[in-house]
């Protein structure tokens, strides 16, 4: 029987095509965050910890997690967990940043970044649930 499996040899199936393509746009958004400077709603909503310490070692959460995403992509269920945290954990923790600042004074847009973010986190979560027919996975499942 052929297999209709699309996605590239030693990737695991769809859940780490997804990994890659959420650690390539993780990428964007770190690189974004080191290179470009901060919008005044940005600076206006995370003035809180930039007086604390730069943005820019808060930016490289997302790189690490791009990364680390990227190379668990290449894993099997269950040892692909680690990547799901780390794509889970940059956009939860940036929520959490922006929810700091609204409770800081900032303004209630900020809200609006932390329900983004933290959007994101949960669609990592519902992925990481996910095992398609194609998925590589270590473990015996009993049906």
């Known amino acids: 029987m052929a297999s209709t499996d699309k996605s590239p040899p030693g990737i695991n199936g769809r859940r780490g095509v997804f990994q890659l393509l959420l650690s390539a746009l993780y990428l964007v958004i770190g690189v974004s965050f080191l290179l470009i400077p901060h919008p005044a709603s940005r600076r206006e909503a995370l003035g809180w910890i930039i007086e604390l310490m730069?943005?820019?070692?808060?930016?490289?959460?997302?790189?690490?997690?791009?990364?680390?995403?990227?190379?668990?992509?290449?894993?099997?269920?269950?040892?692909?967990?680690?990547?799901?945290?780390?794509?889970?954990?940059?956009?939860?923790?940036?929520?959490?940043?922006?929810l700091i600042g609204v409770m800081f004074g900032a303004p209630p847009l900020g809200i609006v970044s932390t329900a983004v973010y933290w959007a994101f986190a949960a669609v990592v979560m519902v992925v990481a649930g996910m095992q398609g027919a194609h998925d590589r996975d270590a473990r015996d499942v009993a049906l």
């Open 54 to 98: 730069p943005l820019q070692p808060v930016a490289l959460l997302w790189i690490l997690a791009a990364l680390v995403g990227a190379v668990s992509a290449f894993f099997c269920r269950p040892k692909d967990w680690v990547g799901f945290f780390a794509l889970t954990l940059a956009p939860a923790v940036w929520g959490f940043l922006f």
